[in-house]
């Protein structure tokens, strides 16, 4: 039985954080930057969705992590393997997330403020739009990092169903 949970709540954390994160860049960016009047409403409205999807991604990580810690100390060398492998690409996910929240936001957010209040106005030239930009570059990249490695996890989450053998529980 909890066994059974700790696999939800691995399924349920996991499946937040990458739906998030895939309707963020397929709905929420493009929408609010096709229909709002300007880049920078725009931008605000980007900026705000993407740290309310970091705060739900690193709950989830760690809730998926503590899950996984907790399966692969009950389970059978084999699926100890895909385990780790989870919990590798999950602690990824979390480093990332946790360095574009924690650095890379609060450091475009002051480069906003620096070009002004609204970055789309300040000089092309301007060191706070350059390195505004090259942030949100990484940003965007970091994003697709994260992103594929949930459906890394995600694929070995299908994997564990698919085959018995690498997800069988010792009795203790």
Excluded: N
Aim: glycine letters at 10%; a positive charge.
């Amino acid at each position: 039985m909890i066994e059974k949970m700790l696999r939800a709540l691995r399924l349920l954390s996991m499946t937040a954080w990458v739906g998030g994160l895939a309707f963020f860049a397929f709905v929420v960016a493009p929408v609010a930057f096709q229909r709002l009047s300007s880049a920078h409403e725009a931008g605000i409205v980007v900026g705000g969705t993407l740290q309310i999807l970091h705060r739900i991604g690193l709950i989830g990580g760690v809730v998926f992590c503590l899950c996984t810690v907790t399966l692969w100390f009950k389970a059978e060398v084999p699926a100890r393997v895909g385990f780790a492998i989870e919990i590798v690409l999950a602690g990824i996910m979390l480093v990332v997330t946790a360095y574009s929240q924690f650095r890379i936001i609060p450091t475009m957010e002051q480069d906003r403020i620096a070009a002004g209040g609204d970055i789309t106005v300040s000089e092309a030239t301007s060191p706070a739009r350059i390195e505004f930009q090259d942030l949100h570059k990484l940003s965007e990249r970091l994003e697709g990092l994260v992103f594929f490695c949930g459906i890394g996890v995600i694929l070995m989450l299908a994997r564990e169903s698919q085959w018995p053998e690498t997800g069988k529980i010792k009795r203790i």
